[in-house]
């Protein structure tokens, strides 16, 4: 659950297992953005922009594994993810309510 | 014991507005009740699609929106406007509606004799209740009677940061002050089901919990599509959330922490107390249209993108957390709770802010969509057209 929210950081996020975090305002490649991330303060230097509300990975994640926030899985990597990456639709599908997904299974 | 400002119902129920109802049982309808309503002022008209070509639990479905949106406190009489030949049946819509004690009258257009005669035949009876209603004055009333829906609309990242947890914080205060509170949007729980399950207060609620889920998760198999694109939508995308799982995970966090106390039908009557969930589809209109059908009071309505939209008989309350939203569209925004980003503002002083706004508009005070006139009202459909 979030809580509440330090003043000066540039993305933070909202469970100690996530892999990812909110940015809390336009960043641009090679800032390096101070995140908090539970009770303690990291850096992690921008590979991309990513715009205020995107995500970036704190982590890598390697493709087809699952990403979390909030603690809980929000879906599945379509790529490998490096730390200091905007992680949005274009690495990251979803895993529920996949229509698409049953009816290709089901025309095999 | 802590009271609001209310007119007493015959039945009991407490209203926070005073409403006079024009209510088209039928698409056919519309433009007789919308001219009654522009020559009447401060009626309030449903235009809607449906009401015929209907059948089974879909036209039952349209019939409790309309009579649950007839039943509803903040309205003090109703009107029913019926064709006469349609599939929902005014009288049975009268005599429904009629349970509450509040006065309802009805007719139909092709007895009258055409749309200039019923317009005419409309504003005399509307004039007539109107000047009724208008003798009603507020009592002093236990808070504990308020029920409120909490719904998030155009969302963006700051929704699940900022707006849905700070609307949590007054959820739980109108639960512990004795209130209701209810939440819906059965498409946005996806993925979240699991963590609102374990908050259920009986294993039924539970089950039938992830029942309501997994029905509709059917249904966009049935579809063959990808849920993204159609929820998440492209604006919540742009906004920077990726997945159903990721918006659900940010949308739950709205109704507070309270104990689920069951699952009930869409438009069906909110229980007095503690927290409820409605089956319900994540669309702002007819999932707002619902809770007001269920005899919700006010809804809370949280939005990142920001959205104009309110509802034909209950104040919508426009609370966001992204500064520039509330910054460019201003006229549509009530609370501004974007401060929780910058870390000046805790979530509990949010919360209260929230609360005042609840509070002061349960009191009387207009909100941005009352004061532009936003009366939206949707029927969900189940069924197709005949």
């Not at chain 1, 921008?46 to 899985?73: D, M, P, Q, W």
Request: aromatic content about 4%; glycine content about 12%.
């Amino acid at each position: 659950m979030v809580s509440n929210i330090h003043a000066g950081a540039d993305a933070l996020t909202i469970h100690n297992q996530d892999q990812v975090a909110t940015v809390l305002r336009d960043l641009s490649e090679g800032d390096t953005a101070w995140i908090r991330h539970g009770e303690t303060m990291i850096s992690i230097k921008l590979l991309e922009n990513v715009a205020f509300g995107h995500k970036i990975a704190i982590t890598n994640i390697s493709e087809g594994s699952v990403v979390r926030k909030y603690g809980e899985i929000i879906g599945r990597a379509t790529k490998e993810i490096e730390a200091g990456m905007h992680v949005h639709v274009h690495n990251v599908e979803g895993i529920r309510g996949r229509g698409d997904k049953t009816a290709q299974e089901e025309q095999r | 014991m802590k009271t609001i400002p209310a007119y007493m119902r015959p039945n009991g129920d407490i209203g926070i507005r005073n409403h006079l109802l024009i209510i088209p049982t039928v698409i056919c309808s519309n433009q007789v009740c919308n001219r009654i309503m522009q020559s009447v002022p401060d009626t309030v008209a449903i235009p809607h699609q449906h009401g015929c070509s209907q059948i089974g639990a879909d036209k039952d479905r349209t019939f409790d929106v309309l009579a649950g949106t007839g039943k509803n406190p903040n309205v003090g009489g109703v009107i029913i406007i019926s064709l006469g030949c349609e599939v929902v049946d005014p009288k049975r819509l009268a005599d429904e509606i009629r349970k509450t004690g509040k006065p309802v009258e009805w007719f139909d257009i092709q007895s009258v004799g055409g749309s200039v005669k019923a317009i005419g035949h409309g504003i005399e009876i509307a004039k007539r209740m109107k000047a009724e209603l208008d003798k009603l004055t507020k009592t002093d009333v236990p808070l504990s009677k308020l029920k409120i829906g909490v719904k998030c609309g155009g969302s963006d990242a700051t929704s699940g940061l900022a707006s849905n947890p700070a609307l949590g914080e007054a959820a739980d205060r109108l639960v512990a002050e004795g209130g209701g509170i209810v939440i819906g949007e059965t498409t946005e729980i996806i993925g979240a089901e699991h963590v609102l399950a374990e908050r259920c207060a009986s294993e039924t609620t539970k089950e039938k919990l992830f029942h309501i889920v997994d029905r509709f998760e059917k249904e966009v198999d049935r579809m063959g599509a990808d849920m993204r694109g159609g929820n998440p939508s492209p604006g919540n995308i742009a906004g920077g959330l990726t997945t159903i799982e990721e918006k659900s995970l940010g949308c739950i966090s709205k109704c507070g922490t309270a104990p689920i106390e069951g699952v009930i039908e869409y438009a069906e009557r909110i229980p007095e107390h503690g927290l409820y969930f409605m089956d319900s589809p994540g669309n702002d209109i007819e999932c707002v249209s619902g809770m007001a059908a269920g005899g919700a009071h006010i809804v809370c309505f949280t939005t990142g993108l920001g959205t104009p939209t309110g509802a034909a008989v209950v104040p919508v309350i426009k609370i966001t957390g992204n500064p520039s939203t509330f910054r460019h569209m201003e006229d549509n925004m009530d609370v501004d709770v974007s401060d929780i980003l910058s870390g000046s503002f805790s979530l509990s002083e949010a919360g209260a802010r929230i609360w005042q706004e609840i509070m002061e508009v349960a009191g009387g005070k207009l909100t941005k969509a009352e004061i532009l006139g936003h009366q939206e009202f949707s029927i969900n459909r189940i069924g197709p057209s005949l």
